[in-house]
């Protein structure tokens, strides 16, 4: 009885820690309609995207060879490659451009940091200063958003030019990464993160299906019941993942979003 007692409790704080957090969401239906105008201007008049304050950046430098606990989310566009070859590089270059900034506005939206464009694929984190709980759920709405946006913004305006609709592949990740700076100089060498969370993430990007989002078991355990049911494990097939918990040696588990 205590226990359950004691369940219904952590519950009860998670719900207000997240019910605080939904205050300050931004409204789907607006994320929508303001990324159609983008994309629709950047297609139609040469838009071009106003510049954003890189927060990452300022973060990164104050906290050179800090060990943190992060939440690293990488989206990856599928099939950008057969696109560069049937349509015109100009066309091309501004799809490509107009979905990685899209993307990196989602991040921003849900208290992350953008951390890089690395060709088709924008990697964000997410820092869990005082709370995973809050971060993980920031972290997996934030890969649903990304598909909203995706699927409801940017794919009805390319309709409209008879371009390919856009697909994606999300993972999520969670674990500490340290913050790298490649050279001496604190204004100007290149900083960076380094650590298990940034390469399993990647790897669990890499197995996605288009327009699936999946994420690590560390990530799964640290949000809400109610979200943990709109996710299933993934049944291997042989040896197609054989990546092991860093913590208890096992078959590392990852889950697929099915809500």
């Known amino acids: 009885m205590s226990e359950n007692i004691n369940e219904k409790n952590d519950n009860r704080v998670v719900d207000m820690l997240l019910s605080r957090n939904a205050e300050a969401a931004v409204d789907s239906e607006s994320m929508i309609l303001e990324t159609?105008?983008?994309?629709?201007?950047?297609?139609?008049?040469?838009?071009?995207?106003?510049?954003?304050?890189d927060e990452s950046e300022d973060f990164l430098r104050k906290n050179v060879f800090s060990k943190l606990d992060m939440m690293v989310l990488y989206v990856d566009l599928v099939?950008?490659?057969?696109?560069?070859?049937e349509m015109p590089s100009d066309k091309i270059a501004t799809i490509i451009s107009s979905f990685?900034?899209?993307?990196?506005?989602v991040i921003r939206q849900h208290h992350g940091y953008v951390l890089k464009f690395v060709g088709d694929?924008?990697?964000?984190?997410?820092?869990?200063?005082?709370?995973?709980?809050?971060t993980a759920d920031n972290a997996v709405n934030c890969a649903k958003s990304m598909n909203t946006v995706i699927q409801k913004g940017i794919n009805p305006i390319l309709d409209q030019y008879?371009?390919?609709?856009?697909m994606v592949k999300i993972g999520v990740d969670f674990g500490q990464n340290i913050v790298v700076r490649y050279g001496?100089?604190?204004?100007?060498?290149h900083v960076d993160l380094m650590g298990p969370a940034m390469n399993i993430a990647a790897k669990i990007q890499s197995m996605a299906k288009?327009?699936?989002?999946?994420?690590?078991?560390?990530?799964?355990?640290?949000l809400h019941p109610n979200s943990q049911k709109d996710?299933?494990?993934?049944?291997?097939?042989?040896?197609?993942?054989?990546y092991r918990s860093r913590h208890t040696g096992e078959i590392y588990q990852v889950f697929e979003f099915k809500g």
Request: proline share 2%.
């Open 79 to 85: 099939g950008s490659t057969k696109m560069a070859l």
């Open 162 to 166: 008879d371009y390919p609709d856009l």
């Open 121 to 134: 694929a924008v990697i964000g984190y997410f820092v869990a200063e005082s709370n995973s709980l809050l």
């Open 231 to 242: 996710f299933q494990q993934i049944i291997w097939k042989n040896d197609e993942w054989n």
């Open 184 to 189: 001496a100089d604190e204004q100007h060498s």
């Open 36 to 53: 159609q105008k983008r994309v629709w201007g950047a297609l139609k008049k040469g838009y071009e995207y106003s510049g954003v304050h």
């Open 100 to 105: 990685a900034q899209e993307m990196a506005a």
């Open 210 to 222: 288009p327009n699936q989002i999946l994420i690590g078991s560390d990530v799964c355990k640290r």
